[in-house]
């Protein structure tokens, strides 16, 4: 044990990338479902700790760089993992595998038993792509592993029950084409005029360039190419389709992670490299970001206000959720990015959870309609005080992780002297509010149909992780020293300049 | 156990009783003699060995964790939170009494999660009075909204649904957009939220953003009910009447009004308002609010809806006395969280023992009825005077202090509206005792089997409950000076 500790003990960046690499082929080659979520799950939870390791040693010893190959930087491939990445990746790999302790129960309604190791072995895939983009500290790997993750994402949409999840997925993959598109145009012109890759060595030759005409397009790309990947409004449209037609558990995996590692890449991008602070004028960008944001905030919320179905509610949901992180990029100081990281990782673990209550709902009542949710506060009382409970952090209820979120946000809009700003933030909380309490008064008031099958609470294995990230939104909603300690350190970093 | 201790576990205590129901849900009297049981230990908690402490000048508290830095929850009592603490816990007992005989006599459903809701709502409201800061107070403040609003919809109708969710739209609208921005902003300019004696903001904040900030506080304070944000509270006695009396006219609605004052002593500073006047529109809003309410309650046919609006005209008095920024008006403030307590939860709970005892709702309904009813009626007089603020009742002191307040403002304009609105009262208070003492009973009433001249009260848990706490008014009026002088350490 402790030879092999030493062996690996240097090359952790790596193994978050190979590991899933590698057990996504043997998931293939053992063609057994259960067998193939045994892998999964081992890659899964040794990457989880894996990710702790790291962000450890990022704590106690500072940035870690990992040469592949032992090509030195600038010219060989760089790994590159700080207080920020470290973080992400270790909210992506923790949602990774615990979102795959509810897998098993919930895909075996929804894909056929012969197919499911392919699922596990393209989530697999998906974990690779979304670690690589997290991990590397090269900007065209970001747009490889991005392609990765993507395209993965397609396939797993893909394979929801209705032929809608087909069309979602096409319309998916366009967008998502699209913005790749994107961000290689911009990382080609960045390389074009800077001659190189490395995102530090690129952040230092773009400040002696200066932003001449090429960098500002390239900026552009990238932050068009980002923005789909992120659902920026109004670039989103790919978003509630692909969340509500997906696997449930795709959805709650997805949505905990794709959206916030593409979060990760802009403002890697726009404070690392662009450095939109001190090298540029960021204020249009800023400007920009904001009213966006601002957008985002109102209508994903209001659109969720109407929507039947829960899913897609939750859906739209997140349009707005992202608006709050756009937003606390856009005031470009310490709270407010502050916030924007720290709701990465909040609303990570919140509508993850949530997304998750709607998997048990779906394997129970076989729907995520309104209508489905009926007397639910009685017939699945554990289900449901899930919901609740993440709900309420949605709206951002004080212990909740919501409400810290909430707080970093409204510190920078009001830092940054944006007073009618503040407001809104707080006015379109209360959207949240109405959004969910629909749904709790249907569980809790309205009467089951009559003659309704009689419903038993969803099987500990899917109560499980919902439970465990309900409950971190309650405990990460007091005791902040890890969320709001490393984004805040993370976010002092990107403000000062630092990679 | 030392004073700091005793502090964190009675706000805890309570959930000792939800324990206790939830184990005992099958038996309803080991279930109740659970919340008799913590009601009374919590009170001897409160009044035994936190009161003391603080009597003697000692301000025992304790922190719980840092939330994110600088925001703390910890609890710190002084003379406000203590007089709150010792309301809401006492009379917790006297309406977990009254609940039983209540919610029993009216075969309410759902008792278990009544009881447990409660106990948590208390919870809240002790977390509110002890809060150290304003981030604390925050906390509990929507604790309290949360855990009584499945108290609100209990009855699961079509209104009770419309009632909570304005209940919880006002009351949580306003605390998100307008309390948790004021927080915020006074963090930011002060770098603190804590509660300090002679207030955080002077020298931060000034001249009309502290006009701003103020408004901020007091329209974020939704269960103060300054109007226009009143209405949660008439639409939220469709709830059990226990809940009415002690959630809808002690607990939850004094929590906003003691959010206020609090935040006027410990944030602002009485010396910062007085000088700079930027609480004197917050006068003519609460002016207001109190005349206005008075001349709504005045219409209102349906007791407990007359009573809702008398509340909201009398929870504006408190913040009339914050707003005045005088000593006297503090104390006044402070006084009248007690005696408006004591007098109101007689109002309810003597409603609510019409209700069962006699199946009538509605003010005209009530004629003849204290002949069949005398010890209701008896408490229901009591209690209107302490209201009205005659002697020998304890709510005369805190209107004295008041009016004084007023008077050391020089506020002439907000004399006339306390002895307008004491008129008013009179006026929406009395009809409900002539009527029921002096008028004839309908010659058609329709339960004539019982006869119309003998006694035929309630249950006795449903009438006990109204005589001691109108008892308790006048014995108020006698030990008002204790109150004064344990408040008088608010103020210097």
């Known amino acids: ?499 | 156990m030392t004073a700091a201790t005793a502090v964190g576990l009675a706000v805890a205590w309570p959930l000792i009783a939800v324990a206790l129901i939830v184990v005992f849900q099958r038996w309803p009297n080991l279930r109740e003699a659970g919340t008799l049981l913590t009601g009374g230990s919590l009170f001897a908690i409160v009044a035994g060995v936190i009161l003391p402490e603080v009597e003697a000048g000692g301000r025992p508290g304790m922190v719980l964790c840092e939330v994110v830095p600088g925001l703390r929850l910890a609890f710190e009592v002084e003379p406000l939170g203590m007089i709150f603490g010792l309301v809401a816990s006492g009379l917790w007992i006297v309406t977990s009494f009254y609940s039983i005989g209540y919610m029993r006599g009216h075969h309410e459903k759902n008792q278990t999660r009544f009881y447990i809701c409660f106990a948590i709502a208390i919870s809240g409201a002790l977390g509110v009075a002890f809060a150290a800061n304003v981030f604390t107070l925050f906390v509990f403040y929507e604790l309290i909204t949360l855990s009584t609003f499945p108290l609100v919809t209990h009855s699961g109708t079509e209104e009770a649904r419309n009632a909570g969710r304005m209940y919880l739209g006002i009351l949580m609208g306003t605390s998100i957009a307008f309390l948790l921005l004021a927080m915020v902003w006074t963090w930011l300019a002060t770098g603190t939220t804590d509660f300090t004696p002679g207030g955080i903001l002077a020298g931060k904040v000034d001249g009309p953003q502290l006009m701003i900030l103020l408004a901020l506080y007091a329209f974020g304070t939704g269960k103060a009910a300054l109007m226009p944000f009143h209405r949660w509270l008439p639409a939220a006695m469709v709830a059990p009447t226990p809940v009415s009396a002690l959630l809808h006219a002690v607990a939850v609605v004094k929590a906003g009004v003691f959010t206020i004052l609090k935040v006027v002593v410990y944030v602002f500073g009485i010396d910062l308002l007085a000088t700079t006047g930027a609480g004197r529109w917050l006068t003519w809003v609460a002016a207001f609010t109190i005349i206005a309410a008075s001349c709504v309650a005045l219409g209102k046919d349906n007791l407990k809806a007359r009573l809702a609006y008398s509340t909201i005209s009398q929870l504006s008095y408190i913040v009339l006395g914050a707003a005045l920024a005088t000593s006297a008006g503090v104390i006044g403030g402070g006084m009248h969280i007690v005696m408006h307590a004591f007098g109101k939860i007689t109002l309810f709970f003597c409603a609510g023992a019409i209700m069962v005892g006699a199946h009538k709702t509605e003010v005209s309904e009530l004629d003849g009825l204290g002949r069949r009813m005398p010890f209701t009626f008896g408490a229901f007089l009591l209690g209107s005077l302490s209201v009205i603020g005659l002697p020998p009742m304890g709510g005369s002191w805190s209107k004295w202090f008041l009016m004084l307040s007023a008077a050391e403002a020089h506020q002439w304009v907000m004399m006339v509206v306390l002895m307008v609105s004491s008129l008013l009262s009179i006026g929406y208070l009395m009809p409900v005792v002539v009527r029921g003492f002096f008028r004839p009973a309908p010659a058609d009433a329709h339960d004539d089997r019982h006869s119309a001249t003998g006694i035929h009260e309630a249950p006795l848990l449903c009438v006990l409950p109204p005589v001691v706490t109108a008892v308790g008014g006048i014995v108020l009026f006698f030990y008002a000076g204790d109150i004064w002088s344990l408040l008088s350490g608010v103020v210097p």
């Open chain 1, 1 to 499: 044990m402790e030879g092999l500790w030493a062996l690996i003990s240097d090359d952790l960046p790596a193994l978050q990338i190979a590991v899933p690499l590698l057990a996504a082929t043997l998931c293939v080659l053992i063609r057994r479902p259960t067998a193939a979520w045994a892998v999964a799950m081992v890659v899964a939870w040794s990457s989880f700790a894996n990710a702790g390791v790291l962000l450890h040693r990022v704590l106690t010893t500072g940035t870690i760089s990992y040469v592949e190959g032992g090509w030195p930087v600038p010219w060989g491939i760089e790994l590159r993992i700080d207080l920020l990445n470290a973080l992400v990746l270790l909210v992506v790999t923790g949602i990774c595998a615990i979102v795959l302790l509810a897998a098993p129960r919930s895909i075996d309604a929804e894909i056929p038993r012969d197919k499911q190791y392919l699922f596990y072995a393209v989530y697999l895939l998906c974990m690779t792509g979304l670690a690589g983009m997290t991990v590397t500290g090269d900007a065209f790997n970001i747009f490889v592993f991005l392609e990765i993750s993507s395209l993965s994402s397609y396939a797993l949409v893909s394979q929801g029950r209705t032929p809608r999840a087909l069309t979602a997925a096409i319309q998916y993959l366009v967008m998502g084409t699209i913005g790749g598109t994107f961000i290689l145009l911009g990382i080609g012109m960045l390389y074009m005029v800077t001659g190189t890759l490395n995102i530090v060595d690129l952040a230092n030759q773009l400040a002696l360039v200066g932003p001449n005409r090429t960098v500002m397009v390239a900026a552009a790309c990238i932050a068009m190419g980002v923005g789909i990947k992120l659902a920026v409004f109004p670039l989103h449209i790919w978003l509630p389709n692909a969340y509500t037609y997906a696997p449930a558990i795709v959805t709650a995996f997805i949505a905990a992670t794709s959206t916030k590692v593409a979060y990760y890449v802009l403002v890697r991008f726009a404070f690392s490299i662009f450095r939109i602070n001190q090298t540029f004028d960021g204020a249009h960008s800023s400007a920009i970001a904001m009213m966006l944001g601002i957008a985002a905030m109102f209508a994903g919320s209001l659109v969720a206000i109407y929507q039947d179905d829960v899913k897609r509610m939750l859906a739209y949901s997140s349009v707005a959720q992202i608006g709050y992180m756009i937003l606390g990029l856009s005031f470009a100081n310490e709270y407010g990015l502050t916030g924007g990281l720290v709701h990465l990782f909040n609303h990570a673990i919140m509508k993850c959870g949530l997304f998750l209550v709607l998997a048990c709902v779906l394997l129970r009542m076989g729907s995520t309609r309104l209508s489905a949710f009926a007397g639910l506060g009685r017939r699945m009382p554990l289900t449901f005080a899930a919901f609740v409970l993440g709900g309420l952090s949605l709206v951002g209820v004080p212990l909740t992780v919501g409400f810290v979120s909430k707080w970093y946000l409204v510190l920078g809009a009001l830092e940054a002297g944006l007073w009618p700003v503040a407001v809104l933030i707080l006015l379109s909380s209360i959207l949240a509010l109405v959004y969910i309490w629909r749904v709790v008064e249907v569980g809790y008031f309205k009467a089951p149909p009559e003659g309704a099958d009689a419903i038993t609470e969803a099987p500990f294995s899917m109560l499980l992780p919902t439970w465990i990230l309900i409950g971190s939104t309650l405990v990460f909603g007091v005791w902040t020293s890890l969320s709001v300690g490393v984004a805040s350190a993370a976010a002092r970093m990107l403000i000062g300049g630092g990679s």
